[in-house]
Protein backbone atom coordinates (compact mmCIF):
# COMPACT_ATOMS: atom_id res chain seq x y z
CA UNK A 1 0.00 0.00 0.00
CA UNK A 2 1.34 3.13 -0.75
CA UNK A 3 1.71 5.77 1.43
CA UNK A 4 1.31 10.00 0.59
CA UNK A 5 4.54 11.88 0.23
CA UNK A 6 3.84 14.32 3.29
CA UNK A 7 7.77 15.92 3.37
CA UNK A 8 8.38 19.29 1.74
CA UNK A 9 10.65 18.52 -1.64
CA UNK A 10 12.64 20.41 -4.13
CA UNK A 11 10.87 20.65 -7.66
CA UNK A 12 11.73 22.34 -10.61
CA UNK A 13 14.81 23.48 -12.22
CA UNK A 14 17.95 23.90 -9.95
CA UNK A 15 18.78 27.84 -10.36
CA UNK A 16 22.21 28.50 -11.21
CA UNK A 17 23.64 29.61 -7.62
CA UNK A 18 22.82 26.44 -6.39
CA UNK A 19 26.16 24.93 -7.71
CA UNK A 20 29.87 25.79 -8.32
CA UNK A 21 30.04 28.56 -11.28
CA UNK A 22 31.30 28.04 -14.64
CA UNK A 23 32.77 31.32 -15.25
CA UNK A 24 34.75 33.15 -13.28
CA UNK A 25 34.64 37.06 -12.75
CA UNK A 26 35.01 39.39 -15.85
CA UNK A 27 37.42 41.90 -16.18
CA UNK A 28 36.57 45.25 -17.33
CA UNK A 29 33.81 48.19 -16.58
CA UNK A 30 30.53 47.31 -14.99
CA UNK A 31 27.47 49.86 -13.86
CA UNK A 32 26.50 49.78 -10.52
CA UNK A 33 23.96 53.10 -10.86
CA UNK A 34 21.81 55.11 -13.11
CA UNK A 35 23.19 58.55 -13.42
CA UNK A 36 19.87 59.39 -12.13
CA UNK A 37 20.01 57.89 -8.91
CA UNK A 38 23.21 59.60 -8.13
CA UNK A 39 22.25 62.92 -6.43
CA UNK A 40 24.64 65.62 -5.06
CA UNK A 41 25.06 64.43 -1.17
CA UNK A 42 23.45 60.86 -1.38
CA UNK A 43 25.85 58.12 -0.94
CA UNK A 44 24.98 54.96 -2.57
CA UNK A 45 26.50 51.11 -1.36
CA UNK A 46 26.41 48.48 -4.53
CA UNK A 47 27.77 45.50 -4.78
CA UNK A 48 30.61 44.52 -7.23
CA UNK A 49 31.88 40.75 -7.54
CA UNK A 50 32.04 40.01 -3.96
CA UNK A 51 32.42 43.70 -2.30
CA UNK A 52 30.65 46.62 -1.83
CA UNK A 53 31.65 49.82 -3.52
CA UNK A 54 30.70 53.17 -2.29
CA UNK A 55 29.17 56.47 -5.16
CA UNK A 56 28.72 60.06 -4.11
CA UNK A 57 28.53 62.54 -6.33
CA UNK A 58 30.74 65.67 -5.97
CA UNK A 59 28.81 69.57 -6.13
CA UNK A 60 29.97 69.83 -10.01
CA UNK A 61 28.78 66.37 -11.04
CA UNK A 62 31.61 64.47 -10.89
CA UNK A 63 31.41 61.18 -9.19
CA UNK A 64 33.36 59.64 -6.99
CA UNK A 65 33.86 55.56 -6.08
CA UNK A 66 35.83 54.36 -3.65
CA UNK A 67 36.06 50.79 -1.68
CA UNK A 68 33.64 50.86 1.71
CA UNK A 69 35.55 50.83 4.65
CA UNK A 70 37.26 53.88 6.76
CA UNK A 71 40.98 53.30 7.29
CA UNK A 72 40.75 54.98 10.90
CA UNK A 73 38.90 51.76 12.45
CA UNK A 74 37.11 49.94 9.57
CA UNK A 75 33.71 51.76 9.37
CA UNK A 76 31.46 51.35 6.73
CA UNK A 77 31.42 54.20 4.81
CA UNK A 78 27.99 53.56 3.25
CA UNK A 79 26.46 54.58 6.13
CA UNK A 80 27.91 57.89 6.14
CA UNK A 81 27.52 61.33 4.47
CA UNK A 82 28.38 64.11 2.10
CA UNK A 83 29.25 67.48 3.04
CA UNK A 84 30.22 69.52 0.35
CA UNK A 85 32.99 67.37 -1.55
CA UNK A 86 33.71 65.64 1.79
CA UNK A 87 32.60 62.12 2.45
CA UNK A 88 32.19 61.70 5.90
CA UNK A 89 33.01 58.44 7.68
CA UNK A 90 29.30 57.79 10.43
CA UNK A 91 31.87 56.48 13.02
CA UNK A 92 34.37 59.35 14.29
CA UNK A 93 33.65 61.78 11.23
CA UNK A 94 36.77 61.76 9.91
CA UNK A 95 36.19 63.70 6.58
CA UNK A 96 38.03 62.72 2.59
CA UNK A 97 38.60 64.82 0.12
CA UNK A 98 37.69 64.49 -3.63
CA UNK A 99 41.36 63.09 -3.98
CA UNK A 100 40.21 60.49 -0.90
CA UNK A 101 42.95 62.45 1.43
CA UNK A 102 42.01 62.57 5.07
CA UNK A 103 41.34 66.19 5.50
CA UNK A 104 39.96 66.19 9.12
CA UNK A 105 38.93 64.26 12.20
CA UNK A 106 35.48 64.23 13.69
CA UNK A 107 37.36 66.06 16.83
CA UNK A 108 40.28 68.47 15.58
CA UNK A 109 43.10 66.48 15.96
CA UNK A 110 45.73 65.95 12.58
CA UNK A 111 44.66 63.21 10.55
CA UNK A 112 46.75 60.33 10.61
CA UNK A 113 49.05 59.29 8.20
CA UNK A 114 48.69 56.92 5.55
CA UNK A 115 44.28 57.66 6.29
CA UNK A 116 43.54 58.19 2.37
CA UNK A 117 40.43 56.17 0.91
CA UNK A 118 41.28 53.99 -1.97
CA UNK A 119 39.80 55.91 -5.50
CA UNK A 120 38.27 53.59 -7.86
CA UNK A 121 38.08 54.39 -11.76
CA UNK A 122 35.04 55.35 -12.32
CA UNK A 123 33.00 56.83 -15.47
CA UNK A 124 29.80 57.95 -16.59
CA UNK A 125 28.49 56.95 -19.68
CA UNK A 126 24.42 56.73 -21.56
CA UNK A 127 23.09 57.96 -18.12
CA UNK A 128 24.95 55.00 -16.03
CA UNK A 129 27.58 55.25 -13.54
CA UNK A 130 30.72 52.03 -14.28
CA UNK A 131 33.36 51.24 -11.91
CA UNK A 132 36.51 49.20 -13.38
CA UNK A 133 37.56 46.16 -11.76
CA UNK A 134 40.47 44.22 -12.58
CA UNK A 135 41.49 41.00 -11.11
CA UNK A 136 45.30 41.91 -10.69
CA UNK A 137 44.61 45.57 -10.02
CA UNK A 138 45.89 47.03 -12.90
CA UNK A 139 44.33 50.48 -14.16
CA UNK A 140 41.99 51.02 -17.03
CA UNK A 141 43.91 49.98 -20.39
CA UNK A 142 40.56 50.54 -22.65
CA UNK A 143 37.35 53.55 -22.70
CA UNK A 144 33.63 53.13 -22.88
CA UNK A 145 31.92 54.50 -25.99
CA UNK A 146 29.16 56.76 -25.72
CA UNK A 147 26.77 54.75 -27.61
CA UNK A 148 23.66 57.52 -29.77
CA UNK A 149 20.49 57.86 -27.27
CA UNK A 150 16.65 59.27 -29.05
CA UNK A 151 14.90 61.96 -28.29
CA UNK A 152 15.07 64.72 -25.81
CA UNK A 153 13.61 62.77 -23.09
CA UNK A 154 15.45 60.83 -19.81
CA UNK A 155 15.66 57.10 -19.91
CA UNK A 156 13.20 55.04 -18.80
CA UNK A 157 15.31 52.45 -16.78
CA UNK A 158 14.93 49.22 -14.84
CA UNK A 159 17.11 47.04 -12.62
CA UNK A 160 16.65 43.09 -11.68
CA UNK A 161 18.85 40.73 -9.73
CA UNK A 162 19.23 36.41 -10.58
CA UNK A 163 20.85 33.80 -10.51
CA UNK A 164 23.29 32.99 -13.13
CA UNK A 165 26.60 34.64 -14.78
CA UNK A 166 26.80 37.96 -16.69
CA UNK A 167 28.03 36.52 -20.04
CA UNK A 168 25.14 34.98 -20.70
CA UNK A 169 23.34 38.50 -20.98
CA UNK A 170 25.70 39.85 -23.18
CA UNK A 171 25.72 36.36 -25.54
CA UNK A 172 22.52 36.35 -25.74
CA UNK A 173 22.73 39.47 -28.74
CA UNK A 174 24.42 37.18 -31.02
CA UNK A 175 22.17 33.86 -30.01
CA UNK A 176 20.16 35.15 -33.25
CA UNK A 177 18.98 31.40 -33.48
CA UNK A 178 16.61 31.78 -30.07
CA UNK A 179 15.08 35.41 -31.23
CA UNK A 180 12.14 33.27 -33.24
CA UNK A 181 11.07 30.41 -30.68
CA UNK A 182 11.24 32.18 -27.36
CA UNK A 183 10.49 35.50 -28.19
CA UNK A 184 8.75 35.44 -31.56
CA UNK A 185 9.91 37.59 -34.44
CA UNK A 186 8.86 36.14 -37.93
CA UNK A 187 11.55 34.76 -39.99
CA UNK A 188 14.79 36.73 -39.77
CA UNK A 189 17.99 36.73 -41.53
CA UNK A 190 21.49 38.72 -40.90
CA UNK A 191 21.53 41.74 -42.79
CA UNK A 192 25.40 42.68 -41.74
CA UNK A 193 27.47 39.84 -40.53
CA UNK A 194 29.05 40.20 -36.56
CA UNK A 195 32.51 41.96 -36.48
CA UNK A 196 34.26 41.64 -33.68
CA UNK A 197 37.02 44.44 -33.28
CA UNK A 198 39.21 44.91 -30.02
CA UNK A 199 36.87 45.33 -27.15
CA UNK A 200 33.53 45.53 -29.41
CA UNK A 201 31.17 43.10 -31.89
CA UNK A 202 28.39 44.35 -33.55
CA UNK A 203 25.69 42.99 -35.46
CA UNK A 204 22.14 43.50 -37.44
CA UNK A 205 19.77 41.41 -38.18
CA UNK A 206 15.72 41.88 -39.89
CA UNK A 207 13.16 40.57 -38.93
CA UNK A 208 9.05 41.55 -39.07
CA UNK A 209 6.93 42.09 -35.95
CA UNK A 210 3.33 42.44 -35.09
CA UNK A 211 2.19 45.10 -32.88
CA UNK A 212 -0.69 45.47 -31.43
CA UNK A 213 -3.27 47.40 -33.43
CA UNK A 214 -1.07 48.75 -36.02
CA UNK A 215 -0.19 45.52 -38.01
CA UNK A 216 2.92 44.18 -39.05
CA UNK A 217 5.89 45.23 -40.29
CA UNK A 218 9.51 45.06 -41.32
CA UNK A 219 11.96 45.50 -38.40
CA UNK A 220 15.54 46.08 -38.20
CA UNK A 221 18.11 45.53 -35.56
CA UNK A 222 21.66 46.75 -34.61
CA UNK A 223 23.11 44.64 -31.79
CA UNK A 224 26.67 46.20 -30.45
CA UNK A 225 28.54 44.90 -27.60
CA UNK A 226 31.29 46.69 -25.54
CA UNK A 227 33.49 44.59 -23.07
CA UNK A 228 31.53 41.43 -21.31
CA UNK A 229 29.34 43.50 -19.35
CA UNK A 230 27.27 45.97 -21.92
CA UNK A 231 24.77 45.80 -24.74
CA UNK A 232 23.31 47.93 -26.98
CA UNK A 233 20.46 47.24 -29.07
CA UNK A 234 18.56 50.02 -31.68
CA UNK A 235 15.21 48.73 -33.25
CA UNK A 236 13.63 50.26 -36.43
CA UNK A 237 9.79 49.73 -37.79
CA UNK A 238 10.18 51.69 -40.83
CA UNK A 239 6.67 51.31 -41.31
CA UNK A 240 5.20 53.33 -38.28
CA UNK A 241 8.34 55.31 -37.96
CA UNK A 242 9.23 54.25 -34.36
CA UNK A 243 12.82 53.42 -33.22
CA UNK A 244 13.90 52.36 -29.65
CA UNK A 245 17.19 51.59 -28.56
CA UNK A 246 18.22 50.55 -25.36
CA UNK A 247 21.47 49.75 -22.90
CA UNK A 248 22.02 46.00 -21.17
CA UNK A 249 24.04 46.52 -18.28
CA UNK A 250 25.29 43.13 -16.26
CA UNK A 251 27.02 43.45 -13.34
CA UNK A 252 28.34 39.83 -11.39
CA UNK A 253 27.45 40.56 -7.67
CA UNK A 254 28.60 37.16 -6.05
CA UNK A 255 30.19 34.29 -7.98
CA UNK A 256 26.65 33.13 -9.29
CA UNK A 257 24.54 36.34 -9.54
CA UNK A 258 24.41 39.30 -11.08
CA UNK A 259 22.59 42.62 -11.36
CA UNK A 260 20.69 43.43 -15.30
CA UNK A 261 20.46 47.57 -15.79
CA UNK A 262 17.67 48.85 -19.07
CA UNK A 263 18.08 52.21 -20.30
CA UNK A 264 15.93 52.62 -22.68
CA UNK A 265 14.46 55.18 -25.21
CA UNK A 266 12.16 56.02 -28.01
CA UNK A 267 11.63 58.13 -30.72
CA UNK A 268 8.34 58.44 -33.07
CA UNK A 269 9.27 60.25 -36.73
CA UNK A 270 7.60 63.53 -37.52
CA UNK A 271 4.90 63.23 -39.95
CA UNK A 272 6.44 64.81 -43.46
CA UNK A 273 2.84 65.39 -44.69
CA UNK A 274 2.26 67.92 -42.00
CA UNK A 275 3.51 71.57 -40.96
CA UNK A 276 6.91 71.23 -39.69
CA UNK A 277 5.37 72.68 -35.93
CA UNK A 278 2.43 70.26 -36.46
CA UNK A 279 4.32 67.04 -37.54
CA UNK A 280 6.66 68.08 -34.16
CA UNK A 281 4.19 68.21 -31.78
CA UNK A 282 2.89 65.24 -33.38
CA UNK A 283 6.18 63.48 -32.81
CA UNK A 284 6.18 64.46 -29.20
CA UNK A 285 3.25 63.55 -28.18
CA UNK A 286 3.22 59.94 -29.63
CA UNK A 287 6.58 59.46 -28.41
CA UNK A 288 5.19 60.54 -24.92
CA UNK A 289 2.23 58.55 -24.99
CA UNK A 290 3.76 55.35 -26.44
CA UNK A 291 6.85 55.53 -24.02
CA UNK A 292 5.35 53.67 -20.89
CA UNK A 293 3.85 51.00 -23.45
CA UNK A 294 6.84 50.20 -25.26
CA UNK A 295 9.21 50.05 -22.27
CA UNK A 296 6.93 47.90 -20.46
CA UNK A 297 6.99 45.86 -23.98
CA UNK A 298 10.79 46.01 -23.68
CA UNK A 299 10.77 45.12 -19.91
CA UNK A 300 8.50 42.42 -20.78
CA UNK A 301 10.75 40.86 -23.92
CA UNK A 302 13.74 40.53 -21.82
CA UNK A 303 12.11 38.79 -18.91
CA UNK A 304 11.32 36.35 -21.14
CA UNK A 305 14.97 35.04 -21.05
CA UNK A 306 15.00 35.13 -17.13
CA UNK A 307 14.18 31.41 -16.11
CA UNK A 308 16.86 30.56 -18.99
CA UNK A 309 19.59 32.66 -17.41
CA UNK A 310 18.76 31.80 -13.96
CA UNK A 311 18.87 28.31 -14.20
CA UNK A 312 20.80 27.43 -17.49
CA UNK A 313 24.75 26.07 -17.12
CA UNK A 314 27.44 27.19 -19.70
CA UNK A 315 27.84 24.72 -21.92
CA UNK A 316 31.10 24.05 -23.42
CA UNK A 317 31.83 23.06 -25.95
CA UNK A 318 28.55 23.56 -27.33
CA UNK A 319 27.21 21.61 -30.17
CA UNK A 320 26.38 24.72 -32.19
CA UNK A 321 23.98 24.32 -35.31
CA UNK A 322 24.02 26.13 -38.47
CA UNK A 323 21.25 29.07 -37.75
CA UNK A 324 22.48 29.71 -34.20
CA UNK A 325 24.19 32.53 -34.63
CA UNK A 326 28.59 33.67 -34.31
CA UNK A 327 28.14 32.07 -30.53
CA UNK A 328 31.43 30.20 -31.36
CA UNK A 329 33.61 33.50 -32.77
CA UNK A 330 31.90 35.41 -29.39
CA UNK A 331 33.42 33.26 -27.03
CA UNK A 332 36.69 33.41 -28.58
CA UNK A 333 36.59 37.18 -28.40
CA UNK A 334 34.95 36.78 -24.76
CA UNK A 335 38.05 34.80 -23.73
CA UNK A 336 40.62 38.53 -23.06
CA UNK A 337 37.84 39.47 -20.40
CA UNK A 338 39.28 36.42 -18.15
CA UNK A 339 42.33 36.24 -15.82
CA UNK A 340 43.07 33.07 -17.27
CA UNK A 341 41.68 31.44 -20.80
CA UNK A 342 38.62 29.25 -18.92
CA UNK A 343 38.56 26.22 -20.42
CA UNK A 344 34.79 26.30 -20.99
CA UNK A 345 35.67 29.15 -23.06
CA UNK A 346 36.58 26.90 -26.21
CA UNK A 347 35.20 26.38 -29.05
CA UNK A 348 36.48 23.96 -32.02
CA UNK A 349 37.03 25.55 -34.96
CA UNK A 350 34.00 22.91 -36.49
CA UNK A 351 31.70 24.60 -34.76
CA UNK A 352 32.95 28.11 -35.63
CA UNK A 353 32.45 26.85 -39.47
CA UNK A 354 28.53 25.67 -38.51
CA UNK A 355 27.19 28.85 -37.59
CA UNK A 356 28.45 31.16 -40.93
CA UNK A 357 25.39 30.70 -42.47
CA UNK A 358 23.18 33.93 -42.87
CA UNK A 359 19.48 32.57 -41.74
CA UNK A 360 18.76 33.02 -38.30
CA UNK A 361 15.43 30.48 -38.28
Known sequence: MSRPHTRPFTEGPSPADAHAPTLPYPDGWFAVAFSSELVPGTVLTRPLQGEDVVLYRL????????????????????????????????FHRFAFGPDGSCVRTGYGTPPPPSSGLTLLPVREVNDAVFV?????????????????????????????????????VVENAVD??????????????????????????????????????????????????????????CTALPRFGVRTCAMYAATMITPSAFQLRQASYLDVAEPGALPAPVARWVSRSVTRLLGGVMFRGNCEFVAQDFPVWATKRYQSPPRLARGDGPIGPFRQWARQFYAADPLRAQVPSSAVRAVEGSRVN
Open 59 to 90: RDGGVRAVRPYCPHLGAHLGLGSVEGDDLLCP
Open 132 to 168: WRHHDGRAPDWELPAWHTLGTRAPRVATWEMAGHSQD
Open 176 to 233: LGHFTPLHGWGESEVAEPAVFEGRSFRVSVRSRERVPLLGESPLEVTLEGCGISRVHV
